[in-house]
């Protein structure tokens, strides 16, 4: 019965996209916001849980002292204000990364700053981390019912923050979430925001983590970029073995453009994410994986069951997707977790947690 009503609702979906995609981009977005939070904690949100959520103890990942129930979340950008974590975990994900948050509310770019590239099944954005702030995400969560899953918070440096003061401004942010974050991911790499990827520089990153370390921020990740050269990946993880960090997210969007992008769309400024990104930030979670011993959460262009076990294979405890949903719709959480239960099976592994790095 399960599996039938699964096949409802990706139908529904699938015949809901061409009017959803006849709008633009981020007003469709909204769309798709405001339904989440029209259902979000009533009966149908029960149902969307007992008819996607796969309930298997071989997805379970503990991964830097969190317990998750399987390994596929939905990256930060989606749920920038943390409206929707119950519902996001009703919809069968293990956990809910929430942000990019900065630490005073900010409108972001102007618009239009989003772009579907629908024949590469991709997306440009360049929102330019819009947020409500750091106060305003901090009481949200925690007068919120527990959504039953872990809530990650992703914070970045508010526009009006000189580089100088990034420590404090973080340190800002994360003091206001400190109490209902399941962790925290340090975003030092978006590429939409003046300022923020320069960040990755030793000394920025050092000076960052370390503000963040002595207010006793765990566990801690940080976030990095798909565009950073290798030595300077290898300078970013050695200050995450510096600081004792408990683990690395790879990879933020890239403004790399890689060859054989079809859509007029491919020429907007902003981050690429999607489908063209996939491979290049797999061979990223491999790169981080042979060079680190926390674990690494994979990032790029999922959009099936085959693309994370890629990336958990590669070394990723933990796999993240946002425009893969835009794609696929409602049960791709679901469709994942099903697919990687086949692939476990089939390559003779117990368990995800057996899975993890297999091809380093």
Not at 114 to 122: G, H, K, Q, S
Not at 290 to 303: A, F, K, N
């Amino acid at each position: 019965r399960a599996a039938r009503e699964k096949i409802v609702i990706r139908s529904a979906y699938r015949a809901l996209r061409p009017a959803l995609f006849s709008l633009p981009a981020e007003t469709a977005h909204r769309t798709v916001h405001r339904a989440l939070a029209t259902v979000q904690h009533t009966p149908v949100e029960t149902l969307l849980r007992d008819r996607l959520v796969v309930d298997d103890d071989r997805l379970a990942v503990d991964a830097f002292g969190q317990s998750f129930a399987n390994p596929i979340g939905v990256a930060a950008g989606f749920d920038k204000n943390a409206e929707l974590p119950s519902v996001l975990g009703a919809l069968g994900f293990g956990h809910v990364e929430v942000g990019g948050v900065t630490a005073h509310a900010q409108p972001g770019n102007p618009r239009p700053r989003m772009f579907r590239l629908v024949e590469d099944r991709a997306i440009v954005n360049r929102m330019g981390l819009n947020n409500e702030g750091a106060d305003a995400v901090g009481e949200r969560l925690r007068t919120s019912p527990d959504p039953g899953i872990p809530v990650g918070v992703n914070v970045a440096l508010s526009e009006a923050t000189d580089a100088a003061d990034a420590p404090a401004d973080y340190r800002y942010t994360y003091e206001r979430v400190a109490d209902v974050a399941d962790y925290l991911a340090v975003n030092v790499s978006c590429p939409n925001s003046e300022g923020m990827r320069e960040l990755q520089n030793r000394d920025s990153l050092e000076a960052i983590l370390g503000e963040l370390v002595d207010a006793g921020a765990e566990p801690l990740l940080v976030k990095l970029s798909p565009d950073l050269p290798g030595p300077a990946i290898e300078d970013a993880l050695a200050v995450v073995d510096d600081f004792g960090l408990d683990g690395v997210i790879a990879t933020n969007t890239t403004t790399d453009r890689p060859s054989g992008l079809q859509s007029p769309k491919r020429a907007e400024k902003g981050g690429l994410s999607g489908k063209p990104i996939e491979e290049g930030a797999t061979e990223m979670v491999r790169f981080v994986a042979e060079r680190t011993d926390v674990p690494v959460v994979g990032v790029g262009g999922v959009s099936d069951a085959a693309g994370a076990y890629a990336k958990i294979r590669a070394g990723a405890s933990l796999v993240q997707l946002y425009t893969g949903l835009v794609y696929e719709g409602p049960t791709l959480a679901r469709d994942i977790n099903e697919g990687l239960l086949e692939l476990l099976e089939r390559d003779g592994f117990a368990d995800v947690e057996e899975a993890v790095g297999a091809d380093l």
